[in-house]
């Protein structure tokens, strides 16, 4: 059992339609974080969120923190191929072990 | 520029042969790990260390060591590979644990 639960884990969509995936997890986190990878590359940033409630904008990419900084989300508005990719969130519940989420898998088609 | 540098991107080894992955980051970062990364479960955490001289268990340590002599390398040993320890790995380092980790390209190791 992952402590970080992604989904969901494949998703294949048009150029312009609108997307959410979701982090979920039964600890707090002191932080969440977002990142991007492509194939065969290290996972890059995307973002941190901090505070409980938190929403940051990147661009068309929004992300969001729960009340209670158990679970995250990312909504991506009107995708583009460029989007492709393997999203990833991640966090430390107690500052030293790090954890993955299993990821998602987005295939965005022109 | 800032980076995390491993070394071999790619190699191909056989059962028993020790083998080291290097690590080195330019950004002083205190904390750094590495991680394996297999299809279907993502990435997991195999060792961290908080500073020098300070390595901890991740969540897949077995088969494998570190050391953290220096704040700027964290190498990955296999005294033993086994097939099974065939994946993908990532080195990472961040200022602080939980905080934003900056990967290195990967290595990609085969063990036949």
């Known amino acids: 059992t992952q402590l970080l639960e992604q989904s969901p884990q494949f998703l294949s969509i048009q150029e312009g339609e609108n997307l959410t995936v979701y982090c979920n997890s039964s600890?707090?986190?002191?932080?969440l974080q977002w990142y991007r990878q492509e194939p065969g590359e290290g996972p890059v940033l995307l973002v941190t969120v901090v505070t409980g409630g938190e929403v940051k904008k990147l661009k068309r990419l929004t992300f969001q923190f729960g009340d209670a900084r158990k679970d995250s989300s990312l909504h991506i508005t009107a995708a583009q191929p460029g989007d492709t990719g393997l999203y990833l969130c991640a966090g430390s519940p107690n500052f030293n072990k790090f954890y993955f989420g299993s990821g998602t898998k987005l295939n965005v088609k022109p | 520029e800032a980076q995390v540098t491993q070394n071999p991107r790619y190699l191909i080894t056989v059962t028993g042969k020790k083998l080291t992955v290097t690590c080195s980051q330019n950004?002083?970062?205190?904390?750094m790990s590495w991680y394996r990364q297999d299809p279907g479960l993502g990435l997991r955490q195999i060792y961290y260390s908080m500073n020098v001289e300070v390595t901890d268990k991740g969540d897949v340590p077995e088969g494998y060591k570190v050391s953290r002599k220096e704040k700027r390398n964290f190498p990955l040993i296999l005294e033993s590979p086994s097939p099974n320890q065939t994946s993908l790995y990532f080195c990472?380092?961040?200022?602080?644990?939980?905080?934003?980790?900056?990967f290195g390209q990967g290595t990609r190791l085969t063990v036949v």
């Open positions: 990472a380092s961040s200022p602080r644990p939980g905080r934003e980790a900056f």
């Open positions: 950004m002083n970062h205190e904390y």
């Open positions: 600890s707090v986190f002191s932080s």
